[in-house]
């Protein structure tokens, strides 16, 4: 198993940037990929970015050039960086960990992008 705690949401104004982080309870080297995932009010969860255990990346179109996803292997964190954020960019964001066979999640951070 492998809890993830996320952290860095809160409330930001257009153009603005916040960098979330996802902290996990065991060694990243061990998780085949991580992943970001967002969930707006009144709609479903959409995925946002994954980077995999080998260090590439993929990113939605959405965020493409706006967005990047790392990760720092001594430290068990993934992190998003969120530069020139959009009012429909505020969700809760999730972070998600797959092992083996199994999708743990977060408990989720709240972002908003609003003047």
């Known amino acids: 198993q492998v809890q993830l705690v996320e952290s860095g949401g809160g409330l930001v104004q257009p153009g603005g940037s916040l960098r979330l982080s996802c902290a996990a309870s065991r060694s990243i080297f061990s998780i085949f990929k991580m992943n970001w995932y967002r969930q707006a009010p009144g709609k479903q969860r959409e995925w946002v970015a994954t980077i995999w255990r080998n260090g590439a990346t993929n990113y939605d179109d959405s965020v493409k050039g706006r967005f990047s996803i790392s990760s720092d292997n001594a430290k068990n964190m993934a992190y998003l960086q969120m530069n020139s954020l959009k009012p429909e960019d505020t969700g809760v964001y999730y972070c998600?960990?797959?092992?083996?066979?199994?999708?743990?999640w977060g408990q989720g951070t709240q972002v908003t992008v609003s003047s």
């Open positions: 998600s960990a797959q092992v083996d066979a199994f999708t743990y």
